[in-house]
């Protein structure tokens, strides 16, 4: 009985990961559509390669609850309640906004990214370890931060 109540708590982080994941990517959109001014063409690139990273892990956290048991949280108004991520608005934004946003958004995700890592290590998790491994990897090229 007690490895289904760590089994279902540990779903529950996952999804409020995964949760906060699928709103970097709305965020992102967003973003993309609506970053003004100058270097705007550079972040929409990198807006761009950072849809393709964080979709790719999205999907795999998405298998990863659904492989321990848990069922990976799509519905919109469900993940707006969970996400620790606010969804942005639709206007236009400049470069330094768009910086700030995705810097503050980004260590939120690290910060998951950590207690995801520090119970896997704990419950010697391989597969959630190699998961959050991988994503810090990109994590660290993409705003210099390393798993804790």
């Known amino acids: ?14 999804n409020q990961y995964l949760t906060n994941i699928f709103m970097l990517k709305c965020n992102l959109n967003i973003l993309y559509f609506n970053i003004v001014g100058e270097f705007s063409l550079f972040y929409k690139k990198r807006i761009l390669n950072d ?3 964080i979709n790719k892990f999205y999907l795999k956290l998405g298998n990863l609850i659904k492989k321990i048991g848990g069922y990976p949280i799509t519905n919109l ?3 707006k309640s ?13 470069a330094n906004e768009a ?5 503050n958004d980004f260590n939120i995700i690290n910060n998951m990214n950590n207690q995801v890592f520090k119970y896997a ?19 660290e090229r993409r705003v210099g931060v390393k798993a804790k």
């Open 1 to 14: 009985m007690e490895v289904l109540f760590i089994k279902f708590n540990y779903a529950d982080m996952l």
């Open 51 to 53: 849809l393709k990273e």
């Open 77 to 79: 108004e469900e993940i």
């Open 82 to 94: 969970i996400s620790t991520l606010k969804e942005l608005s639709s206007k236009d934004y400049t």
């Open 99 to 103: 910086f700030n946003i995705l810097f």
């Open 121 to 139: 290590m704990k419950k010697y998790d391989v597969s959630s370890i190699n998961l959050v491994l991988e994503f810090n990897n990109y994590l």
